[in-house]
């Protein structure tokens, strides 16, 4: 345990100045009690014999008192609390295809629509970053709490060039890592560079709950393989969670004066959940992405971390107190 303002634990030196005054207060009642020729058992106010119980009042106090002082310093302390936490990156598929309109108004349009639902309901402790992806995969917006930078980055996205899945994957893993990392300082220096050290293998299961959510219609057009993309999440315990968007009868698109079908691949996609931990989600239509978004829920954690425990003090300090007072009284019938 730590505390913020250790120098208010100084007053923790009155507490013996004020158990020397107790003491000295009694040994002086007990020279009154002998002048006086009081003998035998000693009868309070209220006619209850006395014996140990009148020092339980003082004691009491005097814990109250320090505890009281111990929560004026502020402690600090790890305490380990359930909290609704996790990292999603919503990774588009933002290939020509997705232009496709077999879901009304078009794929791109639906998707980015329940997207936004979903960003919106998520408790500021969920970290969402998008991705985009076509023949490429790039991070559009870094997973964060700040839902408006995520709707802005949503609204930017629109459909171009081919696709390839595996890369939207690996583009999402690398934001999850580095989320929740401080941004580097010092830049420029004249200072020799050191040489990087080896990274650290990254056991299994160590991003269990990250989940990256792809949104596309499993048309892989690029290399490399989107299964090496799939096994890449499952060794850092990353679920990919697929949301089929299109139907599997297809759609044409008129792409540079040429007609071009594209359809849903299911199969592809059901393959990358199945190998990740995920689950595959068909959405043919706005409402049906919309109920996928409620089916995929950030986890439960307890998880521990430096807290300010100040209140629990005070509320421990008042409890002992009053029963201090009570207990005198009830033996007494008067506050020492």
Known sequence: MTFTWPGMLWFMLTIPLFVFLYVRLQYRRRQLAAHYGSLGIVQSASG????????????????????????????????????????????????????????????????KAAAEEFVNSQPLSVL???????????????????????????????????????????????AIETAGKPPGTHYYSNNTPEPTPTPTPVPP?????????????????QSPDPLLGAREAAEHGVRVYTVGIGSPSGADL????????????EDMLQQIAQISGGAYYNAQSEAELQNVYRNIDPQWLVKPEDMEITSLFAGVSILILLAGGEFSLFWFSRIP
Not at 138 to 167: C, E, H, M, W, Y
């Open 254 to 265: 008129t792409i540079d004066g040429f007609i071009v079908h594209t359809q849903l691949n």
């Open 205 to 221: 299961g160590v991003h269990a709950p990250a989940v990256i959510i792809l949104l596309t219609d499993g048309e892989n057009t």
């Open 48 to 111: 209850r014999p006395v014996g140990f119980h009148r020092h339980v009042p003082a004691v009491l106090f005097l814990a109250g008192l320090a505890v009281l002082i111990l929560s004026l310093a502020r402690p600090q302390a790890v305490v380990s609390l359930p909290r609704l936490e996790g990292t999603v990156v919503m990774v588009f598929d933002v290939s020509g295809s997705m232009a496709a309109n077999d879901v009304k108004p078009t794929r791109m349009d639906a998707a």
């Open 128 to 174: 969402v970053g998008v991705v985009a992806f076509s023949d490429n995969g790039l991070s559009v917006q870094v997973p964060t709490s700040d839902k408006a930078a995520v709707f802005a980055a949503i609204s930017r996205l629109s459909p171009a060039r081919g696709t390839s899945l595996a890369n939207g994957i690996l583009a999402a893993l690398t």
